[in-house]
């Protein structure tokens, strides 16, 4: 037989016994993270409640100068996520609220649940794909492709999305851009905005 194919076949089967050497692997968030995630839980600690997240209960009151309240149920938030490759999210929108552009390492896909929204990402050739969406539509993300939510509806907004990572991270970019240490005069510079309108989006986020 093929040295190579003898090696292809013993690689599959490391790959297939790693797979389904476990059941779970519910995060031990008392020990550090690594590259994989989270350390496994003892299983003989392992409860029912552990595969359970509440977090999404009750009303979420926007509570940003976005007009959103985002509920993250990543994998250290909800650690039975934790090598499932999968988290959540709830994004609450006050009448007008935006989640602004941001992208994840990861895809998204998001279900409106309440009221109307628009909703978008821009690929690489920014070209903008775009659509009011409305109780019940759902709308797909494509991995690290900047994507945005506007509530345009008379009402308060509820949307929940999943993505295809157990730690899948965020990125804001207008946060990215005013709310950290760069400095004024290197973000007029990126993104040809006037000093004025860079030093009032700091002020706006408290870095100026």
């Known amino acids: ?10 690689c599959l089967l490391a790959f297939v016994s790693q797979a389904i050497e476990f059941d779970f692997c519910v995060g ?4 550090p993270r ?9 299983p003989a600690k ?5 595969f359970v997240y509440t977090g999404f209960r009750g009303e979420k009151i ?19 996520f934790n090598g499932l490759g999968i988290s959540m999210a709830r994004l609450d929108f006050a009448v007008g609220g935006v989640i602004p552009l941001h992208s994840h390492r990861t895809s998204e896909v998001l279900i409106l649940v309440k009221g109307s929204i628009i909703a978008g990402f821009i690929d690489t050739n920014n070209t903008a794909y775009y659509k009011r969406l409305e109780v019940g539509d759902v709308m797909i993300f494509p991995q690290a492709m900047l994507h945005f ?8 907004a509820i949307a929940f999305v999943s993505l295809n990572g157990a730690n899948p ?9 005013f709310a950290g240490n760069l400095p004024a005069d290197i973000v007029q510079k990126i993104t040809l905005l006037s000093g004025k309108e860079v030093i009032r989006m700091k002020q706006l986020f408290g870095t100026a």
């Open 1 to 10: 037989m093929n040295t190579l194919l003898v090696f292809l076949i013993f």
């Open 28 to 31: 031990d968030l008392s020990l």
């Open 34 to 42: 690594g590259p994989q995630g989270y350390a496994c839980k003892d």
């Open 46 to 50: 392992v409860t029912t409640n552990d």
């Open 62 to 80: 926007p509570n940003n100068v976005f007009g959103n309240n985002v509920t993250l149920a990543f994998s250290d938030a909800f650690p039975a």
């Open 149 to 156: 939510q506007i509530n345009v509806g008379k009402t308060p």
């Open 169 to 177: 991270g965020i990125q804001l970019t207008p946060t990215s851009l």
